[in-house]
């Protein structure tokens, strides 16, 4: 395996989520991983609880636009399987799109690569938001690849007006900070990092770096091109000539949907992106899935990590 991380480092926050959520030890074993892709871009994940010697994981995280990795840190405890965690393309660790094209068939062949290198068994896919759709792809392309689909707190073509507008309102603003400290006020103003600023804390922890010149930036694109579009509107676009926010959110999602033979089940927090009305059209458009409410905003695994593993266990081989 392609070791890539420091444990003491980057790890170093796991027994404290830990401790928080009451979830009991011992901790499982976590690595980073990086894949080489063909046109010279990396792809970055975790891998929970295994390791090549090891059988591979049951269950693959996918995390939704401005995310990474990390944001499923505690549902991966409280599920308790092995499990790996893919940074999408643009994030985290992983290589950025010099296209900028993060929507979902895009970015599906890097998770189907990730698949096919460090999985040995179909796997429960969860994806959040992008992630979620991605996942669709993903299992209309590769169904050899995906036993089962868990889509968190998205559909396509939900509308962009509300909580994804404020998504992008959010990183739309200055690139780079005095200090993670002001990347935590700024999250907390918007109702952003988990419930406390503890958790804030480690989100921005994760989610910026310190460049040599001592300023903080987030370390994904998605930022970058919020900020840019916000100066200048037709600056940050995808090929399509769409922002990038609402290029992911497209209606091509209901196409990769209608093709998935794996069951389905869409998980809607009560708080977030999806609205009564969203989650009604999803039963009509894909008549064979399950719809699961959760007591939560848009990122359920943040907000409600407990009861979201709960539900992915209970859709794990046995």
């Known amino acids: 395996m392609e070791r890539v991380s420091d444990p003491a480092d980057e790890f170093s926050f796991l027994a404290e989520q830990a401790t ?12 980073r991983v990086a894949l080489d892709l063909p046109d010279g871009r990396t792809l970055s994940a ?10 591979g994981p049951v269950v693959t995280f996918l995390h939704g636009a401005g995310l990474n990795a990390h944001t499923w840190d505690t549902v991966v405890l409280a599920t308790g399987a092995p499990a790996l965690a893919v940074d999408l393309p643009g994030h ?4 950025w799109r ?8 895009v970015l599906a062949p890097d998770v189907a690569a990730a698949l ?20 669709a792809a993903l299992a209309a392309s590769r169904p050899d690849l995906v036993r089962e689909l868990v889509i968190v707190d998205i559909t396509p073509g939900v509308g962009p007006s509300a909580g ?9 603003g200055p690139t780079d900070w005095a200090s993670r400290d002001e990347l935590v ?100 458009k894909v008549p064979t899935a399950a719809v699961e409410r959760l007591a ?3 990122n359920v695994q943040e907000e409600a990590p407990l009861d979201l593993a709960a539900l992915v266990r209970s859709h794990l081989p046995e």
């Open 20 to 31: 928080e959520a009451g979830i009991p030890g011992p901790l499982p074993h976590v690595e």
């Open 46 to 55: 975790l891998a929970y609880g295994w390791e090549d010697a090891a059988p």
């Open 92 to 95: 985290g660790e992983s290589s």
């Open 98 to 105: 010099d296209d900028a094209a993060y929507v979902a068939r």
């Open 116 to 135: 096919e290198r460090w999985t040995d068994r179909p796997q429960v896919v969860v994806g959040h938001s992008l992630g979620g759709l991605t996942a």
């Open 164 to 172: 994804p507008s404020e998504l992008r309102a959010f990183f739309a």
């Open 185 to 284: 006020d700024r999250a907390l103003s918007f109702g952003l990092g988990g419930g406390s600023r503890e958790k804030a804390a480690r989100g921005v922890f994760f989610n910026s770096r310190v460049r040599p010149d001592g300023r903080v930036e987030w370390r994904h694109h998605f930022a970058h091109l919020a900020a840019a579009a916000a100066a200048d509107p037709g600056a940050a676009t995808t090929p399509q000539g769409q922002d990038s926010f609402r290029a992911l959110l497209g209606e091509s999602g209901w196409e990769d949907l209608a093709e998935v033979r794996a069951p389905i089940t869409l998980v809607q927090g009560t708080r977030g992106f999806v609205t009564d009305e969203d989650a009604t059209r999803f039963q009509q």
């Open 296 to 298: 939560s905003g848009h």
